[in-house]
């Protein structure tokens, strides 16, 4: 149980145009879900807590208008980088809670971005 | 502020233990947690602890914490190549957030 999707898994894109990515969670209901940066050989940048139904908690010096976070139903929050550019290519991953005993945030496979 | 630490590197040969150590600073959280990253793929919950104990053990895995010293470590007994990956220890940060606090994370090298 407990598993977290991510869609799509690998995205390449030209520089302007916006991307989409899904985090779903399968087989429970996430209470709050996150976002997630991840450079090379780096730890995770937390980008935005996400409720569904009210409006995306960002980290601070997180664009909002730039990544745009909605968490519309219990098992869906999308990522939408928009206008992206090179600087904006990254590994992203989400995660959720909700589904476990131990108050624990399950992961997504996390989705590669490049922006040509 | 609240931090995580842990050492970057870890090389060890097949078949020895490995233990990857990790210092934080807020002691509120009730739970610790090991998640472990492959290449290329998200993380995945490798173990947790509950800050009440000072050991937990699941198969080759051993969980130490000490909570004066603010340390936590992890073991894994008979290390494989499979095993290699990134090892990220993580807690909550304070003020009920939600918000996971990651090391910057230990590659483990495992040389056959």
């Known amino acids: 149980g407990a598993v977290v999707s991510q869609h799509p898994s690998r995205v390449i894109c030209k520089s302007g145009t916006s991307v989409k990515i899904e985090c779903r969670s399968l087989?429970?209901?996430?209470?709050?879900m996150f976002w997630y940066r991840q450079f090379p050989k780096q730890s995770l940048m937390l980008m935005a807590t996400?409720?569904?139904?009210?409006?995306?908690?960002?980290e601070q010096g997180v664009e909002k208008d730039k990544f745009l976070i909605n968490h519309a139903s219990l098992t869906l929050s999308t990522l939408t980088v928009t206008s992206a550019h090179p600087e904006d290519s990254s590994f992203y991953i989400c995660?959720?809670?909700?589904?476990?005993?131990?108050?624990?945030?399950?992961f997504g496979p996390g989705t590669r971005l490049t922006v040509l | 502020g609240e931090d995580v630490e842990q050492s970057l590197f870890l090389s060890v040969r097949e078949g020895d233990s490995s233990v990857i150590n990790c210092t934080y600073t807020?002691?509120?959280?009730?739970?610790l947690y090991w998640y472990k990253q492959e290449p290329g793929a998200g993380l995945q919950l490798l173990t947790y602890?509950?800050?009440?104990?000072d050991m937990k053990q699941d198969q080759r895995l051993t969980v130490l914490l000490n909570k004066k010293d603010k340390h936590l470590s992890l073991r894994i007994a008979d290390t494989q190549t499979g095993d290699s990956a990134i090892y990220f220890c993580?807690?909550?940060?304070?003020?009920?957030?939600?918000?996971?606090?990651f090391g910057q994370g230990t590659t483990l090298q495992v040389k056959p």
């Open positions: 807020d002691s509120s959280s009730t739970y």
């Open positions: 995660s959720a809670t909700g589904g476990g005993t131990y108050n624990e945030q399950f």
């Open positions: 993580a807690e909550y940060g304070s003020g009920n957030t939600g918000k996971l606090i």
């Open positions: 602890i509950f800050s009440n104990m």
């Open positions: 996400s409720n569904e139904g009210s409006k995306a908690t960002y």
């Open positions: 087989d429970f209901q996430a209470t709050t």
